[in-house]
């Protein structure tokens, strides 16, 4: 080794070597002060606190989210079962006189599965046993086999389609909601009184018109709401019933994506033409769309703030995991380690609690989510009394739904959050004093 450009009074020094940034050293210090030590057994108590607060509070929140987006893709899915994607009706305020003309345009717009002109008002409807209010919506067969939440194999529970629409003006045979048939005692083949305000037109003003129809078959939508009001008729004899002669109150257009309708608004107006106006199913809904719309706003608030407060359980364990550990760092300091390795060794500490919490939290959500159905029956049974009542909540089980971007945004916040949480004491624990930690010693 070459010394000659050394003068004798320099001292040749070794530079100190230096850990990596999250290298190996890092890691397996920030590993062992999650631990207990004879100096401080508290400190795996709290890291388990802060594992079981992180856990808890994500699993809570999937499920909940997974709940509430259930109870909107199944309201959202009743509600466009049973009502028009978009609706034409005259901008007069009056009967279509060319609804089938109309229709048929529609139909040629691309993205439009089927435009069907439909009769539609409230009636109130009896038997011997039973009275209550109905909605009743004369469509033709063919349409009444497309709504596949009236008449598919999973929703026509009694009786058939058969002899519907057949006969003198569309036949007397009618098809109604289970809910309604329980609240008229009424069967497949039972004689219903329809009564209507909208009758024959006489000098002295409008009479109602009564007239009894059997029911054919017997459908159940999942939605209590709905399945205490529905009845569908053959169309030419609501025509007949409600006097609208040879008019339709609109036009029921069905599409391929109704998330997309507003998309789709100019050109089927286009299509109708001047002498029309219509609604999308928002706007038709538009209390339920609302609530839907803030509620899921006000989910992401409240997820917020409870990731908060359990990134607070890792900040807190963290703070006292520093006291606990200040000779600790003073002997790390005096061996060359530097305020950003010390720094760094607390953070990964919380975000080892807070990925682990997380993992573990997303798991058991997932779990409880996909079982939740099985559950509140268990409870229900074990507990005596019907913790989801239909006629509270809507529907016959309880929904659930998960959704990827839904567990991706819980993830996210909840290890976004907790790292935030850990830099103030990993900062703290960087600025510390080796003499002062060490003068008690």
């Not at 508290?42 to 989210?65: D, N, P």
């Not at 006000?298 to 520093?322: D, T």
Request: charged residues 15%.
């Amino acid at each position: 080794m070459d010394l000659s450009g050394v003068s004798e009074t320099e001292e040749i020094k070794p530079s100190p070597t230096r850990a990596k940034p999250f290298g190996a050293f890092e890691w397996m210090v920030a590993r062992r002060y999650l631990g207990a030590t004879r100096s401080g057994s508290g400190i795996s108590l709290i890291s388990i606190i802060a594992f079981i607060g992180i856990t808890l509070a994500v699993m809570v929140l999937i499920i909940v989210m997974s709940v509430m987006q259930g109870f909107r893709a199944k309201l959202i899915e009743s509600l466009l079962g049973v009502n028009p994607h978009f609706q034409i009706t005259s901008s007069f305020g009056t009967p279509l006189t060319d609804a089938e003309k109309t229709a048929e345009a529609v139909r040629q717009v691309p993205g439009v599965i089927s435009a069907t002109p439909t009769v539609a008002s409230f009636s109130y409807a009896s038997t011997a046993n039973g009275e209550g209010a109905a909605f009743v919506q004369g469509v033709p067969l063919k349409a009444l086999k497309e709504l596949d939440f009236i008449t598919g194999p999973d929703h026509l529970v009694a009786g058939s389609l058969d002899g519907y629409g057949e006969g003198k003006f569309g036949g007397k045979k009618i098809i109604i909601s289970s809910g309604l048939a329980t609240k008229l005692y009424a069967g497949v083949g039972s004689q219903v009184r329809l009564i209507s305000a909208q009758g024959a037109e006489t000098p002295f003003g409008t009479t109602p018109r009564s007239k009894f129809y059997e029911v054919g078959a017997i459908f159940h939508i999942g939605n209590s709401q709905f399945d205490e009001l529905f009845v569908f008729m053959p169309f030419e004899q609501a025509q007949l019933f409600f006097n609208r002669r040879d008019g339709a109150d609109f036009i029921d257009v069905r599409v391929e994506n109704p998330e997309q309708i507003d998309d789709m608004v100019e050109d089927i107006m286009l299509a109708a033409g001047p002498g029309h106006a219509g609604l999308t199913w928002q706007q038709l809904n538009a209390a339920y769309y609302n609530a839907l719309q803030v509620e899921r706003g006000m989910m992401r608030v409240i997820v917020s703030f409870i990731m908060l407060v359990a990134s607070m359980l890792i900040a807190m364990g963290l703070i006292m995991m520093v006291k606990d550990k200040m000779s600790d760092i003073a002997i790390l300091k005096t061996m060359g380690t530097t305020n950003g390795s010390v720094m760094r060794i607390f953070f990964l500490s919380g975000a080892l609690v807070s990925v682990a919490g997380t993992i573990t939290g997303v798991v058991l959500g997932a779990l409880f989510s996909l079982n939740i159905g099985a559950i509140e029956k268990f409870l229900s049974k074990r507990l005596g009394i019907d913790l989801f009542s239909a006629e509270i909540y809507l529907f016959d089980e309880m929904p659930a739904q998960m959704q990827i971007s839904e567990i991706m945004f819980v993830v996210v916040m909840a290890i976004t959050l907790s790292c935030i949480a850990t830099l103030y004491p990993a900062w703290r624990a960087s600025r510390l004093d080796p003499v002062e930690a060490l003068r008690y010693e």
